[in-house]
Structures are given as C-alpha cells and as structure tokens.
C-alpha cells in the first residue's frame, strides 16, 4: 500500500535559518503530493501541492518539487520566521481528490527567536 | 465561506458511553473524509463518502465505529460503546473531487475516561 515517510523531529532552528524537511514517498500509480500545516489547537492547512512529476508547489515561501525518480517530495523554505513553527505533514493520494490522503507521521518544527 | 464544521470540539465521555461526532462540509464539495489523529499512530483515513455513498471504509478500526451520511451536508461519526483507546482527535475534511485537494475541519478532541 501507500506510505509516506518523514523526518519526525523536532527540528529547531533560529529564525532566518534555512528549512529542509525531508519527504519520500511508495505508492501505486502516480499520486498527487502535499503539505499540510497544522498550528497549535488547529485543523490541518493545505501549504502546498503537486499533481506530476517536476511540477514545484509553493505557498507563503515554502517550496517543494515532485521528484519521481527519486520518490520524494521535500519541503523547503529559505527564511524561517517564529511564526512557522507548527507541525508539518507530508501527504499523498493515489486516486484524485475522491480518494484519502496517506499522511507521514508530521515534522514539529520550532524556530526560535 | 465558513469551511468544514465539526461538533463537538472537545466531548470527554466514560467507557462504554456512545458518542456521536458530527460535521458539515463545505457547501458543493462532494466527498467527505473522516481521520483520526493520535501520537502512536499519527493521522489515519478511517472512511470517505462519495456522493453521500461510503466509497471506503477499511480503516475504520473495529463494529463500534459507524458512520452515516445522510445528506450532502451532514455526516456522523458514531462510536458504541466507547472505550479509552478511541480518545483522539477525529477530523472531518471535505473536497471536490474535480479539484484534488481536501479542506478539514478544526477537529473534535475525544477523551474516553
């Protein structure tokens, strides 16, 4: 079945810092790709998505792109502020938007000041 | 746009009690997603509804979870009897299937005593 896997944390960084949170993703077919933010006490948020292969989602300065060949989907952002800190998930779908997501297990990021 | 609505927020309840969470997804969205969230196990698709019609519900974890959709714009999630082990947070998340992307409610946090 699908699955998807992600570095776990915390990571903690310093504000302005550069981002990576690490994506790799198994499923059938050729599955649509997200990331979803979740803040304290919150639902979760679409950040970003990607539907094939090399297309790049971006969103509020987070970026990431859909690599095929190497079955991965990394997060990244060039300036992190304090207000980022939340938990990160990475997600996909095998079947369009009628299907469930598969979630990885969520990145807590902390950037302190 | 008042994006998908859940009730209650938070339901604490003793073992063996039913419980019934409820959710309204956006107005013209046509399927409909319940997960649950826990720290062992992360965030899991428990059932989704097409059209109304249950499409899948092989994560649903055992006979005391049902789930209803009576209508495009109501949906139940029932657990009878509850036992310690269903306390989580449970998310509803609505889409339309053209569009490929899911937008969740802010959860009901469960605690069974």
């Known amino acids: 079945g699908d699955s998807v896997t992600q570095m776990e944390g915390p990571v903690t960084l310093s504000e302005e810092a550069f981002l990576t949170i690490n994506c790799t993703y198994t499923a059938t077919g050729y599955p649509s790709l997200f990331w979803y933010v979740q803040y304290p006490g919150e639902g979760l948020q679409l950040l970003l998505k990607a539907t094939k292969a090399d297309d790049k989602g971006s969103n509020k300065g987070f970026e990431a792109t859909y690599r095929k060949e190497t079955t991965s989907f990394h997060l990244e952002k060039g300036s992190v502020q304090v207000s980022d800190s939340a938990v990160y998930f990475c997600?996909?779908?095998?079947?369009?938007?009628?299907?469930?997501?598969?979630f990885g297990k969520g990145t807590h990021l902390i950037i302190q000041p | 746009d008042a994006g998908v609505i859940q009730s209650p927020r938070h339901e604490v309840t003793e073992m063996g009690q039913e419980v019934t969470l409820r959710c309204k997804p956006i107005?013209?969205?046509?399927?409909l997603f319940w997960y649950r969230q826990t720290m062992m196990r992360g965030l899991e698709l428990l059932i989704y509804?097409?059209?109304?019609?249950?499409?899948?519900d092989s994560g649903m974890p055992e006979d005391r979870f049902s789930a209803k959709m009576p209508n495009a714009s109501f949906s139940t999630l029932k657990i009878q009897p509850s036992e310690p082990r269903d306390s989580a947070v449970y998310f509803c998340?609505?889409?339309?299937?053209?569009?490929?992307?899911?937008?969740f409610g802010p959860g009901t946090r469960l605690t069974v005593t």
């Open positions: 997600a996909l779908t095998s079947g369009g938007g009628a299907d469930g997501l598969t």
């Open positions: 998340a609505s889409s339309n299937s053209g569009i490929n992307e899911q937008y």
């Open positions: 509804f097409n059209n109304n019609v249950p499409i899948d």
């Open positions: 107005s013209g969205h046509n399927s």
